[in-house]
C-alpha cells in the first residue's frame, strides 16, 4: 500500500452486487452524494467484520471481557454475514475478506471514474482533492465519521476496543481497521501527526479525554463542519456563518476605468491558480480608500465575472470579546477550500491597528500561506505592516469615492431612463452616495412606490426621501439635530443678504453639474465644500437662515454643542472633530456651528504649551474645514475674533444686519401665528417704529404677550404687548420711561 500518494478514487463496497464473467457492461454511475457515501459505509462495515475475525482469533472462547456485548449482538449488528469458524476456517474466512474488500474496490473505482465523468459531484472526492488527502486518510475520515452518521457503530467500537464506555475511535483501533499489517500500521501514524493534514486542518480531532491514557487509546472525531460536507450540504460552518456578510443585490461599481481593469485581470490570473493544496498559492489583494470608495461592491463584481464566490466577513468584529480572531480566521479558510471560494476581510486595517503584539496579522498570514487562496482585504489607511511572508503575495489597491459622473451612470443605470438626469444631478449634488449604496436606496425607493401606487412608477420624491433614509445620522452627543421649522416667508434680510441665501442653495443643487459634467473637479483637490459665515447682532436671524436652508435643500441640519467638541484633554478635540465631520459627510447635513467664535479664535504666539496645543486645534479644523464636501455654516456675534485665515477658505460671508424700522414692521407682521387672535387696538407700525428691537427680541416680546392673553383669556391687546416689550428692554438693560408707552400702555 503507497500512504504517500493521494489518490481520489476510493474503495468500493462488498455488497455492491457482483457482475458476472461475461458481463463487460461499463460501471454505473452513483445517482448522488449518498449513494456513494452508503457504498464506503458498507465497505467500512467489512473492515470492521475483518477486525471482529481477528479478535476472534485473539480472544479465547466465551471470555466477554469489559464489552459487555457479544459476539452474537456483533454479528447481528454487522449484518449477521460473519459467522464463527472453528480452527483454521478462521484464518480462511480473513483472506475471504480481504479478496471480496480488494475486488469491490476495483468496481467502486470504475463507478467513482463514471460518476466524475457525468460531471457529477461527489464530496468525499473533493474533500481528498482539496486537502490533498490519500485513500488512508480517506479511510480514517471515513472510520471517524461512522459514528456520527449512525449509532450503531458506538456499541460496535466500545466492542472492539474492550470498553463500552468507548464509543468513538481511536487511532489505534483506526489503523488496525486500515492497516491489516503491523508495518503499515507503523508508517501509517504518520497520518495522523499534528502537522499531517487530518489534524493540521482539523478534519479529524484527538480528543484528551484527561485520563492519562496512551496516545492509541485516545477518542477521535470528525470534525461537525466535515460531516456535513460529506453529507453534500454547502451551508457555511455555523461557527462563523452569523459573521459573514449577506451579499448586496445589484451592486453598482464605476471605479476608474485603469484601476477596474487591472483589478479584474488580476482576480481572473489569480483565480485560475486556485487548486488542491499543498501547491496552492495565496494572492492577498488590499484596497484602500474612504468607506464611499465602493471596494466591497467591486469586489464581489469582479469576482462575480468569473463565477468566484465570496465570503465577506467584518474583520473589525472578528476581534470582539469572547472571540478568538484565531480560530475565526482559521475557520474561514477552511470553509474556502471547502468551497472553492475567496474571502474578503473588510476593515482589516481596523482589525491590525488594534493588534499592538501582532498576534492577528501573524494569524492571518500564516492561514493564508497554508491554505492559500485569493484574500481581498479592504480598509481606509494605506498598509503599513510588514508584508506577509512567501509564498503569500501582497499587492494594494488605492480606490478613491466615485465621483459625480461616475454616480450619474450609476442611477441611469438603475432608473432607466425613468428620471431626467436633471432630476438626478440634483439628487447627487445634495446626496451623494457611495456606488454600493446607490443600489440599497434604489431599492428603497421601489418599495416606497409599491406602497403609493400599484404601477410602482419611481419618481424623484421616492428616490430623495430614500437617500435620505440611507444616509440617516447616527445619534450622539457631539451634535443636536435641529428639526427645519422656518422657510422664505419667515425671514426677514434685504435683498443683498437673501440673494446670497438664495445663491447657496443653488451651488449646493448644481454641484453634480459644476464638479462632475462640467469637470471643476478636475480643478480642485480641496475645498469643494460650501462653507459660509454668517455674523451679526444677536438675533438677527442667523440660526433662522441656516433653518431655512436646510428646509429648501431638504437636508438634516446638525447644531454643533461646543461644550462637548471641546476638550481640556490634549487631541480629544481633534478626535471629536473628525468624529463629527465623518458622520455629517455620511449623513450629507449641513454643520451649524453657532457662536463659532469660540472655537474659531485667532491663532496667537506660542507662548506656553496652552498656545501651543490652542493653535493645533485651530489649524486642525481649518484642515477638516477645506476637506469637507458637504455644508458647513459658521455664525458669529463677533466677526473680529475669527483667525484671518478661515475667510480664505469661506465661500459666503453674509453680515446680518440689524433690522431697521421698515424690516421690523414685517418681522411684527409675521411673527404670529395665524390661529392667535390679536385685539383691534394693536399698533404693529408704532412697535416697529417706537422701540429697536431684533428679530430675536421680537419674537421674545410676541412669545411673552401671547402668555399674557392667554392667562387672561382674551385676545392679544396692546397692553400685553407693552408689558412684554418693557421686561424685554429690561432684560437686555435698557431703562425706559413710562413716557415712550403713553397711549398705549
Request: net charge negative; proline share 6%; with cysteine.
Amino acid at each position: 500500500m503507497d500512504l504517500g500518494e493521494p489518490t481520489y478514487a476510493l474503495p468500493g463496497d462488498i455488497a455492491a452486487p457482483r457482475r458476472s464473467r461475461d458481463d463487460d457492461s461499463p460501471p454505473a454511475p452513483y445517482d448522488g452524494p449518498f449513494e456513494h457515501l452508503a457504498d464506503l459505509m458498507a465497505r467500512h462495515d467489512w473492515l470492521l467484520r475483518r477486525e471482529v475475525a481477528r479478535c476472534h482469533l485473539r480472544k479465547p472462547p466465551d471470555l466477554l471481557g469489559f464489552a459487555a456485548i457479544s459476539d452474537d449482538e456483533v454479528d447481528f449488528l454487522l449484518g449477521g454475514a460473519n459467522p464463527r469458524p472453528d480452527g483454521g476456517e478462521r484464518t480462511r474466512q480473513l483472506k475471504d475478506i480481504d479478496a471480496a474488500v480488494a475486488a469491490l474496490h476495483r468496481r467502486i473505482d470504475g463507478r467513482v471514474a463514471a460518476t466524475l465523468a457525468h460531471g457529477r459531484r461527489l464530496p468525499i472526492i473533493e474533500l481528498g482533492h482539496r486537502f490533498a488527502l490519500s485513500a488512508l486518510e480517506i479511510d480514517i475520515v471515513i472510520a471517524c465519521a461512522a459514528s456520527e452518521l449512525d449509532r450503531r457503530y458506538e456499541r460496535i467500537y466500545g466492542y472492539l476496543q474492550d470498553d463500552m464506555s468507548r464509543r468513538q475511535p481511536s487511532p489505534g483501533l483506526v489503523l488496525d481497521l486500515v492497516c491489516p499489517l503491523a508495518t503499515q500500521r507503523f508508517a501509517a501514524r504518520a497520518a495522523l501527526r499534528p502537522l499531517a493534514p487530518l489534524r493540521h486542518y482539523r478534519i479529524v480531532e484527538i480528543a484528551e479525554d484527561g485520563a492519562p491514557s496512551p496516545w492509541l487509546a485516545k477518542p477521535m472525531r470528525v470534525d461537525e463542519r466535515i460531516v456535513a460536507f460529506l453529507l453534500g450540504d454547502q451551508s457555511i460552518d455555523a461557527r462563523i456563518a452569523a459573521w459573514v456578510m449577506r451579499p448586496e443585490d445589484g451592486d453598482v461599481t464605476c471605479t476608474a476605468g485603469g484601476v477596474r481593469a487591472a483589478f479584474e485581470a488580476l482576480v481572473a490570473r489569480e483565480a485560475r491558480s486556485l487548486g488542491p493544496l499543498p501547491d496552492r498559492r495565496c494572492s492577498m489583494i488590499y484596497l484602500h480608500g474612504a468607506d464611499s470608495a465602493g471596494a466591497d461592491a467591486l469586489v464581489r463584481q469582479s469576482a462575480a465575472r468569473i463565477d468566484l464566490p465570496v465570503m465577506t466577513v467584518d474583520a473589525d468584529q472578528l476581534c470582539g470579546p469572547g472571540l478568538d480572531f484565531e480560530q475565526m480566521v482559521f475557520l474561514l479558510f477552511r470553509e474556502g477550500l471547502l468551497r472553492q471560494s475567496a474571502m474578503s476581510l473588510c476593515n482589516i486595517d481596523r482589525a491590525l491597528s488594534s493588534d499592538p503584539g501582532g498576534l492577528r496579522r501573524r494569524a492571518l498570514f500564516r492561514c493564508a500561506a497554508e491554505m492559500g487562496s485569493i484574500m481581498f482585504l479592504t480598509g481606509e489607511q494605506p498598509w503599513r505592516w510588514p508584508p506577509p511572508p512567501v509564498p503569500a503575495m501582497l499587492r494594494t489597491f488605492e480606490l478613491r469615492p466615485a465621483g459625480f459622473a461616475a454616480q450619474l451612470e450609476a442611477w441611469r443605470a438603475l432608473t432607466q431612463a425613468t428620471v431626467a438626469d436633471a432630476d438626478l444631478r440634483r439628487l447627487m449634488s445634495l446626496r451623494p452616495l457611495p456606488l454600493g449604496s446607490i443600489a440599497a436606496a434604489w431599492r428603497r425607493a421601489r418599495e416606497l412606490a409599491d406602497l403609493e401606487d400599484a404601477d410602482g412608477c419611481v419618481t424623484i420624491a421616492h428616490l430623495e426621501q430614500a437617500c435620505g433614509a440611507q444616509a440617516a445620522m447616527p445619534s450622539n452627543m457631539l451634535a443636536r439635530r435641529v428639526e427645519p421649522r422656518h422657510d422664505w416667508q419667515d425671514i426677514v434680510l434685504p435683498t443683498a443678504q437673501l440673494e446670497q441665501l438664495q445663491a447657496m442653495c443653488d451651488q449646493a443643487r448644481h454641484a453634480a453639474t459644476v464638479y462632475g459634467a462640467w469637470c471643476f473637479g478636475r480643478k480642485l483637490s480641496l475645498g469643494r465644500g460650501l462653507s459660509a459665515l454668517f455674523t451679526g447682532p444677536p438675533g438677527t436671524g442667523k440660526t433662522m437662515a441656516a433653518e431655512v436652508i436646510a428646509a429648501e435643500l431638504k437636508v438634516e441640519l446638525l447644531k454643533i454643542d461646543l461644550s462637548q467638541v471641546v476638550s481640556k484633554y490634549i487631541g480629544e478635540t481633534e478626535k471629536n472633530l473628525r468624529q463629527l465631520f465623518d458622520q455629517a459627510a455620511a449623513a450629507h447635513a449641513i454643520l451649524f456651528f453657532d457662536e463659532a467664535d469660540a472655537l474659531l479664535g485667532k491663532r496667537s504666539a506660542v507662548k506656553d504649551a496652552h498656545d501651543r496645543y490652542a493653535n493645533t486645534e485651530i489649524a486642525y479644523l481649518l484642515q477638516k474645514m477645506e476637506e469637507y464636501e458637504g455644508i458647513a455654516i459658521l455664525a458669529t456675534n463677533l466677526r473680529q475674533n475669527i483667525d484671518e485665515a478661515f475667510t480664505r477658505r469661506l465661500r459666503f460671508i453674509v453680515e446680518f444686519p440689524f433690522p431697521e424700522d421698515e424690516d421690523r414692521l414685517r418681522i411684527w407682521s409675521t411673527v404670529w401665528p395665524q390661529e392667535v387672535r390679536l385685539a383691534p387696538d394693536v399698533d404693529l407700525p408704532w412697535l416697529a417704529k417706537k422701540f429697536r428691537l431684533s428679530g430675536g427680541g421680537i419674537r421674545n416680546v410676541a412669545l411673552a404677550a401671547a402668555f399674557l392673553a392667554a392667562a387672561s383669556d382674551e385676545p392679544v391687546a396692546m397692553r400685553h404687548l407693552t408689558l412684554a416689550t418693557r421686561r424685554e428692554l429690561q432684560k437686555m438693560g435698557r431703562l425706559v420711561g413710562d413716557e415712550e408707552y403713553r397711549g398705549h400702555g
